[in-house]
């Protein structure tokens, strides 16, 4: 029996959860000490971190460094309208604080780097990730590894999710034991891009949640799988019971450590291709942004410059939607599979690409000074959704 008390109010607040078999007040006092990270205020955040508040975890970091969007709203039910503008990190914090006003929260409006992994996250007991690229993923695992912490991890897109927790229990398996080496980038489409049912993420946030409470209060049961959701399969839920950690992992394998410091580790370049689009929100991805311009660049661009050319590369059916007076359309998949038979290398003209949000006009950059374009090849940071924030607000989103 514990010898704790609570405030006199928490046995009200939190009794239907304390009368539960396994739970009692040990279970609360447990849950009061606890300190849990939720890097991603974002789909996956906010319904973990709502849960992880209202059951009375004593204190919540909050990371990151993003702003509230009205596309948000669909699925990151922490943020409102009134928010919109405002760092999710502190938008959520807002929210929590209406939910249980004696939760600690810490609000911190910078991504994780490499740089600032391991001091931002080193106070806390359980790390979550609740973000949407593989940088950040492996970045977490490493950081969870050297830490001795849990890892619960959360990924959804489209109509299915998965969870996981890394580094648990006896000889539990790191993410890069599992996933040794990146997806490739054109097969890991970003939530923007292939879209998610807001709710997926509601069920594997809480999750999450969920599994990080069982953790905490001594109710997990320390074994590794891997839970895979699928809304429209019928059962919709499968496990998979997962090995112990490689021995060859080279992050936490029995071999020693072969991954290089975490603070020196790019990990954008080691996952390829497809980068997060940092850059348009302050974050400087090395080696990129000589070939880089700005939304407000490239209008002053357009507007000097009678040799340019610009060249859209999504999709027809989204270049149908909208799209830029005088820019022409060349679908990625078609320009990447012959560059210079769509466009000719001519080293007079200056040559800009630019598509949804930033990404893929990176891969046609790079596609085309890879088949001998030379002269200026660059590419629109944040793509149209930029030119619509920073040049023309009536320019559609979508
Ligand atoms: N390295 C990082 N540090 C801090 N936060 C991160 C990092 N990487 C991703 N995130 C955050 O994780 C969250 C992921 O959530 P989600 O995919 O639902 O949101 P989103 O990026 O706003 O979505 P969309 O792709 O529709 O714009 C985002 O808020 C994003 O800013």
């Given at each position: 029996?514990?010898?704790?008390?609570?405030?006199?109010?928490?046995?009200?607040?939190?009794?239907?959860?304390?009368?539960?078999?396994?739970?009692?007040?040990?279970?609360?006092?447990?849950?009061?000490?606890?300190?849990?990270?939720?890097v991603g205020a974002g789909g996956l955040g906010c319904p973990a971190l709502q849960y992880l508040a209202a059951a009375g975890v004593g204190k919540l970091g909050i990371i990151d460094h993003d702003v509230v969007e009205l596309s948000n709203l669909q699925r990151q039910i922490l943020h409102t309208q009134e928010r919109i503008g405002i760092p999710k990190a502190v938008s959520?914090?807002?929210?929590?604080?209406?939910?249980?006003s004696r939760v600690e929260v810490v609000p911190i409006t910078s991504a994780l780097l490499p740089t600032n992994a391991l001091d931002l996250l080193e106070p806390y007991d359980i790390i979550l990730d609740c973000t949407d690229n593989a940088p950040t993923r492996y970045l977490l695992s490493d950081t969870a590894v050297q830490l001795g912490k849990p890892l619960v991890s959360g990924a959804a897109q489209k109509y299915d999710?998965?969870?996981?927790?890394?580094?648990?229990?006896?000889?539990?398996?790191?993410?890069?034991?599992?996933?040794?080496?990146?997806t490739a980038?054109?097969?890991?489409?970003?939530?923007?891009?292939?879209?998610?049912?807001?709710?997926?993420?509601?069920?594997?946030?809480n999750l999450q949640a969920l599994e990080t409470i069982k953790i905490i209060t001594g109710l997990h049961e320390g074994k590794a799988s891997l839970l895979i959701f699928s809304a429209l399969s019928t059962p919709p839920f499968r496990s998979i019971k997962l090995r112990s950690k490689r021995p060859t992992c080279p992050a936490c394998g029995v071999e020693g450590q072969k991954v290089g410091r975490i603070s020196e580790t790019d990990y954008v370049a080691f996952c390829g291709g497809d980068r997060p689009d940092w850059v348009s929100k302050g974050m400087v991805v090395e080696g990129r942004t000589e070939y880089?311009?700005?939304?407000?660049?490239?209008?002053?661009?357009?507007?000097?410059?009678?040799?340019?050319?610009?060249?859209?590369?999504?999709?027809?059916?989204?270049?149908?939607?909208?799209?830029?007076?005088?820019?022409?359309?060349?679908p990625l998949n078609e320009l990447v599979a012959d560059p210079t038979s769509f466009v000719k290398i001519d080293e007079e003209l200056e040559t800009y690409f630019v598509c949804r949000l930033g990404n893929d006009s990176q891969l046609a950059v790079d596609a085309l000074r890879s088949a001998g374009g030379k002269g200026i090849i660059k590419d629109v940071v944040g793509?149209?959704?930029?030119w619509s924030k920073d040049v023309d607000p009536d320019f559609p989103v979508y």
């Amino acid at each position: 029996m514990s010898t704790g008390r609570l405030p006199l109010e928490d046995y009200q607040r939190y009794g239907r959860q304390m009368i539960l078999d396994g739970f009692g007040l040990e279970g609360q006092l447990k849950l009061q000490k606890a300190s849990v990270a939720v890097v991603g205020a974002g789909g996956l955040g906010c319904p973990a971190l709502q849960y992880l508040a209202a059951a009375g975890v004593g204190k919540l970091g909050i990371i990151d460094h993003d702003v509230v969007e009205l596309s948000n709203l669909q699925r990151q039910i922490l943020h409102t309208q009134e928010r919109i503008g405002i760092p999710k990190a502190v938008s959520a914090a807002e929210a929590i604080k209406q939910i249980n006003s004696r939760v600690e929260v810490v609000p911190i409006t910078s991504a994780l780097l490499p740089t600032n992994a391991l001091d931002l996250l080193e106070p806390y007991d359980i790390i979550l990730d609740c973000t949407d690229n593989a940088p950040t993923r492996y970045l977490l695992s490493d950081t969870a590894v050297q830490l001795g912490k849990p890892l619960v991890s959360g990924a959804a897109q489209k109509y299915d999710g998965q969870l996981c927790i890394y580094n648990y229990g006896e000889n539990g398996p790191c993410y890069r034991c599992l996933f040794p080496k990146p997806t490739a980038p054109e097969l890991a489409g970003s939530c923007a891009e292939v879209g998610i049912l807001g709710v997926v993420t509601g069920i594997i946030g809480n999750l999450q949640a969920l599994e990080t409470i069982k953790i905490i209060t001594g109710l997990h049961e320390g074994k590794a799988s891997l839970l895979i959701f699928s809304a429209l399969s019928t059962p919709p839920f499968r496990s998979i019971k997962l090995r112990s950690k490689r021995p060859t992992c080279p992050a936490c394998g029995v071999e020693g450590q072969k991954v290089g410091r975490i603070s020196e580790t790019d990990y954008v370049a080691f996952c390829g291709g497809d980068r997060p689009d940092w850059v348009s929100k302050g974050m400087v991805v090395e080696g990129r942004t000589e070939y880089r311009i700005t939304a407000k660049e490239m209008r002053h661009v357009l507007q000097s410059s009678p040799t340019t050319r610009l060249i859209d590369v999504r999709p027809p059916v989204e270049y149908g939607i909208c799209h830029l007076p005088n820019s022409i359309n060349v679908p990625l998949n078609e320009l990447v599979a012959d560059p210079t038979s769509f466009v000719k290398i001519d080293e007079e003209l200056e040559t800009y690409f630019v598509c949804r949000l930033g990404n893929d006009s990176q891969l046609a950059v790079d596609a085309l000074r890879s088949a001998g374009g030379k002269g200026i090849i660059k590419d629109v940071v944040g793509g149209l959704r930029a030119w619509s924030k920073d040049v023309d607000p009536d320019f559609p989103v979508y």
